[in-house]
């Protein structure tokens, strides 16, 4: 149990959709200790189409103090797969102790990670950042999304559809309150 709230841990699982109207999870098992670690929350996770490597959210396991304050931070991971089992689960390059990176999502091409972060190029408290993804697996530098996406506050969330749609949430524009979707 997390000691702040008193509720388990969040973790990845796996699951088949199945059903006429695809409505019903069945075969629900969670991923292995690799992925989910005991005292950590993991969650946001994407996976290739090609189903060999995942990034997803991990919190740190020590709070960071800023401004007199201990704030949580949370990275980005990537694991690969080989065979039935996720290995080489490491922290992304452009990650780091003193801000945050987390809910990846991938572009169609899987060329580019979108994420949220607070990174000291951001505009306000999380803004949608992108890397390109180069062949050999390294990454580019992130790239600020701008103030058409991005505000003074909060922007996070990003979610690409089949259609190529982008959507992410933000509190930063008038919308009803809240981290409303745009």
Same mark, same amino acid.
């Given at each position: 149990? !997390? @000691? +702040?709230?008193?509720? &388990?841990?969040?973790?990845?699982? $796996?699951?088949? *959709?199945? #059903?006429?109207?695809?409505?019903?999870?069945?075969?629900?098992?969670? %991923?292995?200790?690799? =992925?989910?670690?005991? $005292?950590? @929350?993991?969650?946001?996770?994407? =996976?290739?189409?090609?189903?060999?490597?995942?990034? %997803?959210?991990?919190?740190?396991?020590?709070?960071?103090? =800023?401004?007199?304050?201990?704030?949580?931070?949370?990275? *980005?991971?990537?694991?690969?797969?080989?065979?039935?089992? +996720?290995?080489?689960?490491?922290?992304?390059? /452009?990650?780091?102790? !003193?801000?945050?990176?987390? @809910? &990846?999502?991938?572009?169609?091409?899987?060329?580019?990670?979108?994420?949220?972060?607070?990174?000291?190029?951001?505009?306000?408290?999380?803004? *949608? %950042?992108?890397?390109?993804?180069?062949?050999?697996?390294? /990454?580019?530098? &992130?790239?600020?999304?701008?103030?058409?996406?991005?505000?003074?506050?909060?922007?996070?969330? &990003?979610? =690409? $559809?089949?259609?190529?749609?982008? !959507? !992410?949430?933000?509190?930063?524009?008038?919308?009803? #309150?809240?981290?409303? *979707? /745009?």
């Amino acid at each position: 149990e !997390y @000691h +702040w709230n008193n509720q &388990p841990y969040l973790d990845l699982y $796996a699951a088949n *959709i199945v #059903g006429e109207q695809k409505k019903k999870l069945d075969s629900v098992t969670r %991923f292995s200790t690799v =992925i989910n670690n005991k $005292a950590l @929350h993991e969650s946001s996770a994407v =996976i290739t189409k090609d189903g060999k490597t995942m990034y %997803f959210s991990r919190n740190h396991a020590k709070r960071v103090e =800023i401004d007199s304050n201990k704030v949580a931070m949370v990275s *980005i991971y990537r694991a690969e797969k080989n065979g039935d089992k +996720w290995v080489n689960v490491e922290r992304v390059s /452009f990650a780091d102790d !003193y801000y945050s990176t987390m @809910h &990846p999502v991938l572009n169609e091409n899987e060329d580019k990670l979108f994420f949220s972060s607070d990174m000291p190029s951001s505009m306000g408290s999380f803004d *949608i %950042f992108y890397v390109d993804i180069n062949q050999n697996g390294s /990454f580019g530098e &992130p790239v600020n999304m701008g103030s058409t996406i991005n505000t003074k506050r909060r922007e996070q969330f &990003p979610f =690409i $559809a089949n259609d190529s749609t982008f !959507y !992410y949430s933000s509190n930063g524009k008038q919308g009803f #309150g809240g981290l409303d *979707i /745009f």
